[in-house]
């Protein structure tokens, strides 16, 4: 069993930067692909970044593309996600999930993949 949970969430305004953490305990010892998604007011819960477990690999959704940055720190047992210029359509829940499989680009955003999910944090832009 891993435990996620999500920090670094908040109130920022438009053109603003946010940095989530996500924090991984439990059996960690496992080679788990990270992947970060977010959901929106109405909408479904979607792709946004995910990096495999030796970092070399990483994907970002094309709506956050030279915004957001995917990166981790094995020591610490954590994950980032990077947000530079905020923008209100950023407006979500997001949420951390990690992967026991490999690393797969075209698998890294299916949200069935993943088998651990933390309870999310919000992250609200305002204008």
């Known amino acids: 069993q891993v435990t996620l949970v999500e920090s670094g969430g908040g109130l920022v305004q438009a053109g603003g930067s946010l940095r989530l953490s996500c924090a991984a305990s439990?059996?960690?010892?496992?080679?788990?692909?990270m992947g970060w998604f977010r959901q929106a007011p109405g909408k479904d819960r979607e792709f946004v970044a995910a990096?495999?477990?030796?970092?070399?690999?990483?994907d970002v959704a094309e709506s956050v593309e030279g915004r957001f940055t995917i990166s981790k720190d094995n020591t610490k047992g954590v994950v980032y996600l990077q947000m530079n210029n905020l923008k209100l359509e950023d407006t979500a829940v997001y949420y951390c999930?990690?992967?026991?499989?490999?690393?797969?680009?075209?698998?890294?955003?299916?949200?069935?993949?993943?088998?651990?999910w933390g309870q999310g944090t919000q992250v609200t832009v305002s204008s």
């Open positions: 990096i495999s477990w030796t970092g070399a690999n990483m």
């Open positions: 439990g059996r960690t010892s496992g080679r788990y692909t």
């Open positions: 999930a990690a992967d026991g499989r490999l690393y797969s680009r075209v698998g890294v955003s299916t949200q069935s993949r993943y088998d651990y």
